[in-house]
């Protein structure tokens, strides 16, 4: 197999343009980076092509393109600055993964005993990828309404660590995804400050929806017209970031649903 040795090469230019998010909706295709990333994308989604360069890989990361060409995927050799030149990361992972993107209808989501995060134009792809991360270990689907941020850049590929590929997700207007929460009876919780009811007073073991604004200009008046409820914060700040939010939220209504520990005595 011959090995790409320049970055001008005319693939590693097309890599390079994935960087962009105009690209990526061109193409329908978007690039993975880190060893757990492409494991959680070989096990559910259609990776297209893998670029590697064996000088840079880990242990982990050597057993994970094994898997990889046995299962037939194709692979490309590049030299190390080729590999530095497409990677987004600052310490190259050994190779780039090609993907294609896939629908994320709300029929996507599970409403039996129902756990879904709800996102509004989250803008930092770095607290979105860390919010998926957060509802995979929760045990909760997600709904990003009225996105910003694009769900396939690198950025939230690397926050959510493979989640993105593995949590139940759809993408939807702020306005289809009320009405198919109604649809289904599922209970609305909106976070806000201002809200007079706490958290940890509403019931969260029903099929609910806990909904986080983004970071700037918090939810939309579609969502605060919704049952709402705080977090309380007895110190100083009055406030705390979207993904730090979304962590509480969900871990407390995975509390509830597991029961309340027996005090002794």
């Known amino acids: 197999m011959t090995q790409i040795e320049s970055p001008a090469n005319s693939r590693i230019k097309a890599l390079v343009r994935l960087r962009k998010r105009s690209e990526r909706d061109k193409t329908g295709t978007f690039i993975i980076e880190g060893e757990r990333e492409l494991e959680a994308a070989l096990e559910s989604r259609e990776v297209i092509e893998l670029f590697v360069c064996e000088d840079l890989l880990t242990g982990h990361g050597k057993r994970v393109v094994a898997g990889a060409s046995a299962a037939g995927l194709s692979i490309t050799t590049v ?6 030149k497409v990677a987004y990361r ?10 294609r993107q896939w629908e994320m209808p709300l029929s996507a989501i599970p409403v039996s005993n129902a756990l879904i995060l709800v996102v509004e134009s989250i803008e930092k792809p770095g607290n979105l990828g860390g919010m998926l991360r957060s509802a995979e270990a929760a045990g909760a ?9 694009d769900l396939f850049n690198s950025n939230v590929v690397r926050a959510a660590m493979g989640a993105l590929f593995r949590v139940p997700l759809a993408v939807a ?9 109604k649809q289904g009876r599922v209970a609305v919780f909106a976070t806000s400050p201002t809200a007079t009811k706490v958290l940890w007073d509403v019931d969260l073991t029903r099929p609910c929806a806990l909904v986080i604004g983004g970071e700037s200009d918090g ?16 110190g100083r700040a009055d406030s705390l970031n979207a993904s730090v939010s979304a962590a509480v939220v969900l871990f407390e209504a995975v509390r509830q649903r597991r029961g309340r520990l027996s005090r002794p005595g």
């Open 90 to 99: 600052g310490n190259p992972s050994g190779f780039i993964a090609v993907a």
């Open 219 to 234: 939810l939309s008046e579609a969502w605060l017209e919704q049952p709402g409820v705080s977090i309380p914060m007895p």
């Open 173 to 181: 207007s702020t306005e289809d995804t009320l009405a198919w929460l």
């Open 141 to 149: 689907s997600v709904i990003v309404a009225s996105p910003t941020t």
């Open 79 to 84: 030299a190390p600055p080729v590999l530095v």
